[in-house]
């Protein structure tokens, strides 16, 4: 979904900090009205809340089996909540916002490429022991 660049930023505080930076950073640029701005917020906190909740569930001594079938679900739920707050940001902007905003996205993505690309890889060892660069 094209409303992924404020979804970016998914689990961290510093995260979320970041995600309401990013939200303030573009609001102007979609021109969000009062009610939109305080929406928007709304949806960020809320999916701030439900990821800490996730964050902080209890860690019990598991078997290797019980730790997988735990990450699926909470990767599972991540992934809810994230569609929640898509839905939610879909439903907030209107056509015109929707567009500006998958425009700023597709800037972003690029710039992110091209910081990439640009950033010599460490070497590092794959699974099988080969060493490398990317």
Known sequence: MTLSIICLLAFTSQAQDKMIKEFNAIKAELNLSEEQDAKIKELIQT????LKKMKEAPQSIMSEE??????MEKMKSRKEVNMQFKQGLAETLNDEQRAKLKE????KNKKLMEEKEAKPM???KHKNGEEHTH
């Open 104 to 107: 700023l996205i597709t800037e």
């Open 66 to 71: 019980e730790v997988k079938k735990q990450k």
């Open 47 to 50: 999916r701030r809340a439900s």
């Open 122 to 124: 460490a070497p590092h």
